[in-house]
């Protein structure tokens, strides 16, 4: 399993950005990928999480209203689009992928710890 993110890069506040994660190496069609980031210092925060199963999604409170997630399921490409951008939205973003309970439904689904499988990170640097 392989996930590619990309997408990030500088913006100033209130501006946009928007993070794709193409995900191959797999034939399985029920899963969920989710987006974390990780500011210096602090620990892996989920931001948010898509389901190819039952279409479920779900954010962190500190991003709703302001980013959305979506997929191309031809492509397994699952995209966050950042608008209103912050500067404590700085930070690495990774996507991840996980097949044992493929639904966003529940506040756990973005627990950092129920995916196995990581991308590399893409920066996002929020600055004026």
């Known amino acids: 399993v392989q996930l590619q993110a990309s997408g990030g890069g500088l913006a100033q506040p209130g501006n946009s950005l928007r993070l794709s994660c193409a995900a191959s190496g797999f034939t399985a069609e029920d899963y969920a990928i989710g987006w974390f980031r990780q500011a210096p210092g602090k620990g892996r925060e989920g931001v948010s999480c898509i389901s190819s199963t039952d279409d479920s999604i779900r954010y962190t409170d500190s991003v709703k209203g302001r980013f959305s997630t979506s997929r191309d399921s031809t492509k397994k490409t699952v995209y966050l689009q950042l608008n209103s951008l912050k500067p404590e939205d700085t930070g690495m973003y990774y996507c991840?992928?996980?097949?044992?309970?493929?639904?966003?439904?529940?506040?756990?689904?973005?627990?950092?710890?129920?995916?196995?499988?990581w991308g590399q990170g893409t920066q996002v640097t929020v600055s004026s």
């Open positions: 991840a992928i996980q097949f044992h309970l493929p639904t966003c439904m529940f506040e756990r689904s973005i627990t950092p710890e129920r995916y196995k499988h």
